[in-house]
């Protein structure tokens, strides 16, 4: 047997019970030396608690897990990274306040009597660094970084550790298309020299790209385990969801938009240092893309039509009238939603379950005489909960609880069941799983039956192309160029959002 098919990570009948659910279900599969291991499923399928448990965050579960054929019993996380078992998470953990280097070497400081050893440290950081072709130093402070230089550190600090697996949960999230060229390439050398890698990402073209073979999960139990060459993209998603599913962003039903009614006039909007001169018109029953890179400011232009930045110039006119929206609250008063990206901080109240956070935005209409009726209340999550799948299935589970995607998902009723005119979503799918994008979808479309106007601000091309009527493309806070949505193709829209069209790149 060649060296890479032994197995280096078996899990067998793990099974994870918290109050009320049953994350994994008796899971067995095991991950093969050297290569790059895919675990799918869809949101709260529990990808997430099996990594937990992998990484020694959870120590208490049923079943066991075996490194290199010995019973693995991590006592804590630190445990884990010292028998080589390294993460690198979406939401990378980095203290802004030091330096890259003692965030790589953090709590395992090279020594020099008890003091640490700087010059060392920084070496051996540097060394790294340079290997994994960053061009930022061991001696920088981590404020500086991107996301994507961020997540660099993170690889780091576990080649520091000497890792032999490595974890990327959901790692494509918040980066760019460059960025995440680059992390492909490292993910690939790192495999050349031997270690092994589990994938988790909702981007199924990624798992297609990178990865060797993938395991998938399904209501907190094993489905199968496959080599990627063997499988197509539509077999894979039934895997995943047990149904069939059209993976593509399709709009069923064309022609709402009504071209004499304009919602939203922004006319010169202009944010000084940030973005200049933007001007749109949001119609009746249209939905209006936002494409762009990272970076190209369509997050800021449209928190500032919702006033939650103070422009420096510039008029929106709602309906014809002239509004000032000198903060959010003014904005929703008026009848404008904003979904942000960033959901996990902005998006709802810890503290609170789904049925009241999906409630938030309506609590008057729940409200008789002064009391808030619970029941109408629950009614209310009760029919989102169904419409988008939110799983588990229960308005009185706390939000907090919630597998990532699921937790988008009660972000995302909360303001579909808003009386909102104008609902503006910032990557309304971002960490969504295929099923739930299709729901999501759907749910637009009937806004739109209902005559609402939606903006949508996505990185992802296909959801772009296959939603919006019209797509405004930025680049460095200025408007370039402004399309109708009929026969374009991505390529079209990344011309413009880098700059590279011939005629484009002089206006730019
Ligand atoms: N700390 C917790 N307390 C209670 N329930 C939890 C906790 N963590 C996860 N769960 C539940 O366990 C299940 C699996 O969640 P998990 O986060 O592992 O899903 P996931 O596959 O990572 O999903 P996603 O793609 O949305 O990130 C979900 O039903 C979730 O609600
Ligand atoms: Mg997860």
Redesign the pocket.
């Known amino acids: 047997m060649r060296e890479h098919n032994e197995p280096i990570i078996q899990f067998q009948n793990v099974t994870?019970v918290?109050?009320?659910?049953?994350?994994?279900e008796e899971v067995s599969f095991e991950v093969k030396k050297g290569e790059i291991h895919a675990l799918l499923?869809?949101?709260?399928?529990?990808?997430?608690?099996?990594?937990?448990i992998l990484h020694g965050v959870y120590t208490e579960y049923e079943g066991s897990v075996r490194l290199k054929k010995n019973i693995a019993q991590f006592k804590s996380a630190n445990d884990a990274i010292e028998q080589g078992i390294s993460k690198v998470h979406q939401e990378v953990s980095i203290i802004p306040e030091i330096t890259v280097g003692q965030n790589i070497v953090l709590g395992y400081e090279p020594k020099r009597g008890f003091l640490i050893d700087y010059k060392t440290l920084h070496e051996k950081a540097n060394h790294i660094l340079s290997r994994l072709n960053c061009n930022f130093k061991s001696e920088d402070m981590a404020n500086t970084l991107s996301t994507g230089e961020m997540q660099m550190v993170a690889i780091a600090k576990a080649i520091y550790h000497k890792a032999e697996v490595i974890s990327f949960?959901?790692p494509t999230a918040s980066l760019s298309t460059k960025e995440t060229k680059a992390l492909f390439k490292i993910i690939n050398e790192l495999k050349n020299d031997g270690m092994t890698i589990i994938y988790?990402s909702?981007r199924l073209e990624e798992i297609f790209e990178i990865c060797d073979r993938a395991s998938i999960?399904r209501d907190?139990k094993f489905v199968d385990s496959l080599s990627v060459s063997d499988i197509t993209k539509e077999e894979l998603i039934k895997k995943m969801v047990g149904r069939d599913v059209s993976s593509f962003a399709v709009r069923n039903k064309q022609g709402l938009v009504k071209d004499d009614e304009v919602v939203l006039e922004v006319e010169n909007l202009t944010l000084s240092n940030v973005f200049e001169n933007i001007s749109f018109q949001l119609k009746k029953g249209e939905i209006l893309g936002f494409s762009g890179l990272v970076g190209s400011k369509r997050t800021d232009v449209l928190r500032t039509v919702f006033g939650a930045e103070k422009k420096t110039s510039g008029s929106i006119k709602l309906n014809g009238k002239e509004v000032n929206i000198a903060s959010p609250e003014k904005a929703v008063q008026l009848g404008i939603g904003l979904i942000p990206e960033n959901r996990k901080t902005q998006g709802f109240v810890k503290y609170f379950d789904n049925a009241n956070n999906i409630g938030l935005t309506k609590l008057e209409k729940f409200t008789k005489f002064g009391l808030l009726q619970h029941n109408k209340k629950t009614k209310n999550c009760e029919h989102y909960v169904n419409e988008i799948n939110l799983?588990?299935v229960d308005p009185h589970?706390?939000t907090?609880?919630?597998?990532?995607?699921?937790?988008?998902k009660v972000v995302i009723s909360k303001w579909l069941s808003s009386d909102a005119e104008v609902l503006i979503l910032d990557e309304p799918t971002k960490?969504?799983?295929v099923g739930a994008k299709a729901e999501i979808y759907r749910v637009l479309e009937e806004l739109l039956e209902k005559g609402k106007s939606i903006i949508i601000i996505s990185s992802e091309l296909p959801e772009v192309l296959g939603m919006s009527d019209r797509i405004i493309v930025m680049r460095e806070g200025k408007k370039v160029k402004e399309l109708d949505n009929k026969q374009l193709t991505e390529e079209d829209i990344l011309q413009y959002a880098m700059g590279v069209n011939n005629h484009e790149s002089k206006i730019g």
């Open positions: 994870k918290f109050p009320g659910v049953k994350a994994l499923g869809e949101n709260g399928a529990g990808k997430s608690t099996l990594l937990n949960d959901e988790v909702h999960l907190g799983r588990p589970y706390m907090v609880n919630l597998s990532g995607g699921n937790q988008q960490g969504v799983d």
